[in-house]
């Protein structure tokens, strides 16, 4: 008896067919476990990220208590009868404090002087003033601040224009 070739053919391409199911599964468990350790490291980066804010807002209000039991110890002293003089001073203490503490996380006060930049400053008020080119800062009406280019708060101000109005 003669063997049919095709048989062998067969045979080898059933072979071929069943190695590249099996890479395929392999594959496909690759890819399953791949997709699992990718959600467990977003997760992990997730679960740090937010430690690593919870830290830092800890850090900073425990800073901000600090300074709220400085407030609380002048106003028993003014309370005590304390020299009003004595609770300026403290108070001013408190504000040198506060400005440190801001200072050290970054946070600079924005300057109010010259011509007025609206990346930085806030009109709210205008006067006309022939003493000063029109667009100049004439007063500081509430301090500004900055945390490295990002402006935390803009600084308010009274802003000459010239004696038209314009």
């Known amino acids: 008896m003669n063997a049919d070739p095709h048989d062998g053919e067969a045979a080898a391409a059933g072979e071929r067919e069943a190695g590249l199911e099996a890479e395929v599964a392999s594959l496909n ?24 804010i919870q830290e830092a807002k800890s850090s900073l209000l425990r800073d901000i208590l600090s300074v709220a039991d400085d407030l609380d110890r002048t106003l028993a002293a003014l309370d005590a009868g304390s020299d009003p003089a004595s609770a300026r001073e403290g108070v001013q203490l408190m504000r040198t404090r506060l400005e440190a503490l801001l200072s050290a996380r970054g946070v600079r006060p924005i300057e109010a002087e010259g011509a007025f930049d609206p990346r930085w400053h806030e009109a709210v008020a205008t006067r006309p003033d022939a003493d000063v080119p029109a667009g100049t800062i004439t007063a500081e009406l509430q301090a500004g601040y900055r945390w490295g280019d990002d402006v935390l708060r803009a600084a308010r101000v009274e802003v000459a224009v010239s004696d038209d109005g314009m």
């Not at 468990?29 to 690593?52: C, G, I, S, W």
């Open 29 to 52: 468990d690759q890819l399953l476990r791949l997709r699992a350790e990718m959600d467990n490291f977003r997760k992990r980066v997730n679960r740090t990220t937010e430690d690593l």
